[in-house]
């Protein structure tokens, strides 16, 4: 769980810094510009982060279908060698979709407006500034948003729909509390994020408004990285420990 963790923390870092400085130049100084590159490199920064949260998530709900429904086994199944395959898997996904995604946003023409109606380089803003045809890159905008968003919650359900079943066949109260307890937390985080990507992009472009999608990016690009560790610390028996031992101490 925490080598999970781990990644995921680097993840929401990786993605907030992305995001929050060029968005903090731009609230406070008068001339708000980027470059065409630094704009190219901000989306695709944005997209490794957002797709490694997504299939990071994945793999943690997986990590706790092993630990509750086959703890013994626990150890075979999820070994430092599985560990690190999970995460060499997610990173390299993130990082080809972000290439594949941002070429074909990049590969239309910008001949009209400059204007951004957004607080960073989304694909949805930077396709409605185009003046050429936008199918592709919206089919692939599309595409991808709705295949990373289907396999990941398919395997996030599944593992909860197993570990649901595997809670309600424990016959203590005190047992059943304790298994909920190990995974209340990543639960907590997967619908916050899940339920801001589904209302984000799988929706047609026709009913997006620019204004609505602002505030749900402020979410899962800056709001969610900083619920994170206090949903997984506070929810955590080790740290609140920590945490109790450290405020006792003169």
């Not at 086959?70 to 150890?75: K, V």
Request: proline share 4%; hydrophobic share 45%; aromatic share 14%.
């Amino acid at each position: 769980m925490y080598f999970f963790l781990r990644h995921l923390a680097i993840i929401n870092l990786g993605g907030s810094t992305v995001i929050a400085p060029k968005m903090l130049v731009t609230v406070l100084v008068t001339k708000k510009t980027i470059s065409y590159y630094g704009c190219a490199g901000q989306l695709g920064g944005f997209l490794v982060f957002i797709v490694g949260e997504i299939f990071m998530l994945a793999a943690m709900a997986y990590d706790r279908y092993v630990a509750i429904c086959n703890p013994l086994l626990y150890m075979a199944v999820v070994s430092p060698r599985v560990c690190i395959l999970l995460v060499s898997l997610t990173y390299l996904y993130s990082l080809t979709t972000a290439l594949t995604v941002s070429s074909c946003v990049f590969s239309v023409s910008y001949c009209s407006s400059n204007v951004i109606n957004h607080f960073y380089c989304d694909t949805v803003p930077l396709l409605a500034l185009s003046c050429s045809d936008t199918y592709i890159p919206e089919t692939a905008v599309f595409t991808f948003s709705g295949t990373n968003l289907f396999f990941s919650m398919i395997i996030v359900l599944t593992s909860y729909f197993h570990i649901v079943l595997a809670i309600l066949r424990i016959r203590s109260s005190e047992g059943r509390r304790k298994a909920f307890s190990t995974c209340a937390s990543h639960m907590t985080a997967v619908t916050v994020f899940y339920g801001t990507l589904l209302f984000m992009y799988l929706q047609p472009r026709t009913n997006h408004s620019l204004d609505t999608d602002k505030m749900a990016s402020v979410f899962y690009t800056l709001v969610i990285p900083m619920l994170n560790p206090l949903i997984y610390s506070l929810r955590n028996k080790d740290v609140r420990d920590a945490f109790k031992r450290f405020f006792k101490n003169p």
